[in-house]
């Protein structure tokens, strides 16, 4: 069974500081990752999806990472801003199933 | 397009009454989702349809939950009786293609069963 970890739980920093938000999983056989943002009370929406053949992928101050063979996938946040405070959710979507898993999310906090 | 839409937003019942979220998916969608939340489980798949047809059921949590998609542009999640600890948010997400594709989440319904 496909198990996702996020660490930390949660996260403060100060503005115009960089984020880096982890998230593991135990199986390497997936087909994609995906990162999501959880504003309270709100429901998810999807930031960026990785191909389990892609090593990454960018969009504005956003960068994830893919390391397959570890089980790794890191969110990267360049200069980060009040309004990306929220919490953050990675999942991915097992090679022989069509259910995505999802990590518990890490909460951030971005202090103006 | 106005996005998944889900209601009620918030419903709070008691202890053994039936209770029916209801979805709306994004039109042109074929992928229909069901989701639980809970602090303790996290996010949890219920069930999900490929065009109206449930296709894996399997993460429903037992016979006093249903789901039902009549048609391509509804569906409803009913749980009959209703119990404590089926307090919960539940959302719904459609998507284009298969599982792969990125997901669209309604807002969610937050149930609580007193």
């Known amino acids: 069974k496909q198990e996702v970890t996020q660490i930390p739980a949660a996260l403060s920093v100060p503005e115009g500081e960089n984020l880096v938000l982890n998230c593991s999983f135990t199986?390497?056989?997936?087909?994609?990752l995906q990162w999501f943002r959880q504003d309270p009370g709100k429901g998810l929406t999807s930031l960026l999806l990785?191909?389990?053949?892609?090593r990454e992928q960018t969009s504005g101050r956003l960068n994830a990472s893919l390391d397959k063979s570890s089980g790794r996938s890191t969110l990267y946040i360049a200069a980060s801003q009040p309004g990306d405070s929220a919490t953050y959710l990675c999942?991915?979507?097992?090679?022989?199933?069509?259910?995505?898993?999802f990590g518990a999310g890490t909460t951030v906090t971005v202090r103006a | 397009d106005a996005g998944v839409i889900q209601s009620p937003r918030h419903e709070v019942t008691e202890m053994g009454q039936e209770v029916t979220l209801r979805c709306k998916p994004i039109s042109g969608h074929d992928y229909l989702f069901w989701y639980r939340q809970t602090m303790m489980r996290g996010l949890e798949l219920l069930i999900y349809?490929?065009?109206?047809?449930?296709?894996?059921d399997s993460g429903m949590p037992e016979d006093r939950f249903s789901a039902k998609m009549p048609n391509a542009s509804f569906s409803t999640l009913k749980i009959q009786p209703s119990e404590p600890r089926d307090s919960a948010v539940y959302f719904c997400?459609?998507?284009?293609?298969?599982?792969?594709?990125?997901?669209?989440f309604g807002p969610g319904t937050r149930l609580l069963v007193l």
């Open positions: 990785i191909q389990s053949s892609q």
């Open positions: 997400a459609s998507s284009q293609g298969p599982p792969g594709e990125t997901q669209y």
């Open positions: 199986d390497s056989a997936i087909y994609n």
């Open positions: 999942a991915v979507l097992p090679v022989n199933d069509y259910k995505l898993s």
């Open positions: 349809f490929n065009n109206n047809v449930p296709i894996d």
